[in-house]
C-alpha cells in the first residue's frame, strides 16, 4: 500500500541548536502512527515541519506522494494541523469558530455546513457549543480544536499531543474518535509524552530522544524486544542500553 507520509533524513536546527538531527519514517493509509518522547525531543518541531509551518534545515516530506518542500500549497490540501498550543479566537463561540474555519477551508457553502456539523458532532459540547471560547476550560477548547482538524476528514491528521489537559473521560473518548477517523480513512499522526496513553491509541510508533528516533515498530514488536510490561519501560531500557 502507499504510503501517506513519507519522512527523509529531516532535520531543523534552531541557530547552533540541532532540534531534529535526521529522521526517517513512513506512514501508510489509514495508520495511528505516534510519535513519542520525552519533553524537548522534538516532536513539536517535527510535526511543524510536516504541517509546513516550519521550514526544515534539510531533508524531504512527502505527503499522498506530495513534496512538501517543493509544492507545500498541494501538500497543505492533504492535511490538518492541531498545534500543541492554541490561543486567540476567545470572543468567537465554539460554533462561531468552527464556521470561521470550515470557511477557511471551502468556499462551498453546502461543505461548510456539512463540516460544522460535523464538528459539533465530534466534540460534542452540547449547549455549550454557543459560549465564547474565552469562557471554556482547556479541555472543552482542546475538543473544540480537535473537532476542527477533522472535521475536513483530511488524508493525514497532525495531531500534536492530541488529548493533552483532558481528564480520563474525555482522552478516551477523544482516542475513540481518533480511531474511528483512521477506519474511516484519515491517516494520523499523532505526538505525545505519555507512553502509556499511546499504547490504547496506535500501534505503531517512533520513539524520538534528543532529536533522533531510537526506535520505532508495532507496540507488540517494541515491548517483546525489550522484555518491557509497557512503553515506559522500553524507553527506560533504550535509555539505559
Ligand atoms: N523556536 C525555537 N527556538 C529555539 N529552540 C527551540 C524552538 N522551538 C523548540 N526549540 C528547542 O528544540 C527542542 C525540541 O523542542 P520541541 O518543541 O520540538 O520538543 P517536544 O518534543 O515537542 O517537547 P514537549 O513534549 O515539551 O512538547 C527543545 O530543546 C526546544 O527548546
Ligand atoms: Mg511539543
Redesign the pocket.
Known amino acids: 500500500m502507499a504510503n501517506i507520509l513519507e519522512v527523509k533524513n529531516l532535520r531543523k536546527n534552531?541557530g547552533n541548536?540541532e532540534?531534529v538531527k535526521g529522521i526517517d519514517f513512513e506512514i501508510g493509509q489509514n495508520e495511528i502512527f505516534a510519535l513519542i518522547?520525552p519533553?524537548?525531543?522534538?516532536?513539536?518541531?517535527t510535526l511543524k515541519m510536516i504541517g509546513t509551518i516550519l521550514q526544515p534545515t534539510g531533508g524531504e516530506i512527502y505527503i499522498d506522494g506530495v513534496s512538501v518542500i517543493k509544492n507545500p500549497d498541494e501538500a497543505r490540501k492533504k492535511i490538518s494541523y492541531l498545534p500543541?498550543e492554541v490561543g486567540a479566537y476567545k470572543n468567537l463561540t465554539g460554533r462561531g469558530y468552527l464556521k470561521l474555519m470550515a470557511g477557511l477551508y471551502t468556499d462551498n457553502k453546502k461543505l461548510q455546513i456539512e463540516f460544522v456539523e460535523r464538528a459539533i458532532e465530534i466534540c460534542n459540547l452540547k449547549k455549550r457549543i454557543d459560549d465564547k471560547l474565552g469562557a471554556y476550560s482547556k479541555g472543552m477548547v482542546r475538543k473544540v480544536m480537535l473537532a476542527r482538524a477533522l472535521m475536513s476528514e483530511p488524508k493525514l491528521a497532525i495531531l500534536d499531543e492530541a488529548t493533552s489537559g483532558l481528564d480520563v473521560i474525555n482522552a478516551i473518548e477523544i482516542r475513540n474518535i481518533i480511531i474511528d477517523y483512521a477506519k474511516r480513512g484519515t491517516t494520523v499522526l499523532v505526538?505525545s509524552?505519555n507512553m502509556l496513553e499511546i499504547e490504547y491509541l496506535s500501534n505503531k510508533i517512533g520513539i524520538i530522544d534528543q532529536g533522533k528516533i531510537v526506535e520505532n515498530g508495532t507496540v507488540g514488536e517494541l515491548k517483546s524486544k525489550y522484555k518491557a510490561n509497557n512503553l515506559e519501560e522500553v524507553f527506560l531500557k533504550i535509555k539505559i542500553k
Open positions: 534552531y541548536f532540534a518522547g519533553n524537548g525531543a522534538g516532536k513539536s518541531t500543541e505526538s509524552h
